[in-house]
């Protein structure tokens, strides 16, 4: 069950009931693509960083392990130690980011494995039996993410064909949660919006996706290469047509700014590799910007990365001995930034709802951007 707990104007703080518990929104799901983060981040670290939710990708856990045997484990959850929300991505975003190795057919997708080079199909049922094996807690479903630059007529036939998977991911997973060895008979399915920068296909999309009452609606296929501008101007467009009352995810997005953009726009789910790749080389993000620890400035500066940050490494280690890790390869000092990045995301987030129950978001929001603003681009200082 969603429930709205207050509104300012489009922006919502929200609370969607799973099987496995609870999640508070805006949220941001950390992503851990085969069942990990990367950056040697354990499940017990994801607790103490406040993390709800976790995102892995049904592609990947389909060619390695094999999806059945994450079954025979008893289900993601089991498998990796976790027992909060997970939200599986349906794959369909290797159709977009696989496109050398692959074949749209109105069946489904034929890949080539990245890994092996072996032939695997899959189309919308292949998807919901993979997620169903995996057990997560949201199932995406199966769509095509076209390509930003592809030519209109195209991305109105892919979108199409994405509406016509919708249906048969649909009546999929409602035939396996009845299946008395279904694994989570409870598995919510999250439709997704595609269209490119084109508002009339969006909107057109989401009228027809939102009649078929979803447990949530994702919008898809940004964060691909358009500009910001795009991206707002598309999610003014199209969110005032997806139900208020379920959620509402941009998938693959973003920066911090783009975050509290999307949060105004009515955006209460969010997943991004930002935090970890950029953690992985040394960037790590602060409230004075994003710093990149292997700036010879940092060699003796034994302050945390962020004075007052509560996160393990900012807990108990220098800004120097990290960059002394990073210098030397060390494992731990590029797991040590991702920690770090994750809880910055994940604090922001708690600052969002924060401001958003006490009703002063626009001032919140404006307050941060201003401060970015005054940074070099993008977050950067040096």
């Not at 990947?60 to 993601?76: A, E, F, K, S, Y």
């Not at 190795?101 to 039996?129: A, N, T, W």
């Not at 795009?230 to 920066?255: E, F, K, N």
């Amino acid at each position: 069950m969603y429930k709205i707990k207050k509104l300012q104007g489009r922006a919502k703080r929200a609370s969607l009931e799973t099987v496995h518990g609870t999640i508070e929104t805006p949220v941001f799901m950390n992503v851990g693509t085969a069942a990990a983060i990367k950056g040697a981040v354990s499940t017990q670290d994801l607790k103490e960083i406040g993390t709800q939710v976790q995102l892995s990708n049904t592609y990947h856990l389909h060619v390695r392990p094999g999806d059945d045997v994450i079954r025979q484990m008893g289900g993601l959850h089991a498998f990796m130690a976790w027992d909060r929300p997970i939200l599986t991505d349906s794959g369909g975003f290797q159709v977009f980011s696989l496109a050398s190795l692959r074949r749209i057919k109105e069946e489904g997708v034929y890949f080539q494995s990245h890994i092996d080079g072996r032939r695997i199909f899959m189309g919308p049922e292949e998807s919901m039996q993979i997620q169903s094996n995996l057990a997560s807690t949201i199932a995406m479903a199966f769509d095509e993410c076209p390509s930003g630059i592809a030519e209109k007529d195209y991305i109105q036939r892919s979108v199409e064909r994405t509406t016509r998977w919708l249906v048969r991911c649909k009546d999929e997973m409602a035939r396996l949660n009845q299946k008395i060895d279904t694994k989570n008979r409870e598995q919510l399915l999250f439709g997704i919006n595609q269209g490119a920068i084109y508002e009339d296909i969006r909107i057109q999309h989401a009228q027809e996706i939102t009649g078929m009452d979803l447990d949530g609606y994702a919008v898809g296929g940004l964060s691909v290469g358009e500009s910001h501008e795009d991206m707002y101007r598309i999610l003014d467009a199209v969110v005032p047509h997806l139900p208020q009352d379920r959620p509402t995810y941009l998938m693959g997005v973003g920066t911090p700014a783009n975050i509290l953009e999307a949060v105004e726009r009515g955006v209460d789910f969010f997943d991004c590799v930002y935090p970890s790749r950029n953690g992985r080389h040394g960037h790590v993000y602060t409230s004075q910007g994003k710093r990149n620890l292997f700036n010879a400035r940092y060699t003796t500066d034994d302050r945390p990365i962020e004075e007052g940050c509560g996160c393990p490494a900012c807990r108990h280690y220098s800004r120097a001995y990290i960059r002394h890790l990073l210098k030397a390869k060390e494992m731990l000092g590029m797991r040590l930034c991702v920690l770090h990045n994750l809880y910055f995301y994940n604090h922001l987030m708690e600052e969002i709802r924060e401001a958003l129950e006490e009703e002063c978001f626009d001032s919140y929001k404006k307050s941060k951007l201003a401060s970015m603003k005054q940074l070099q681009k993008g977050w950067e200082i040096n």
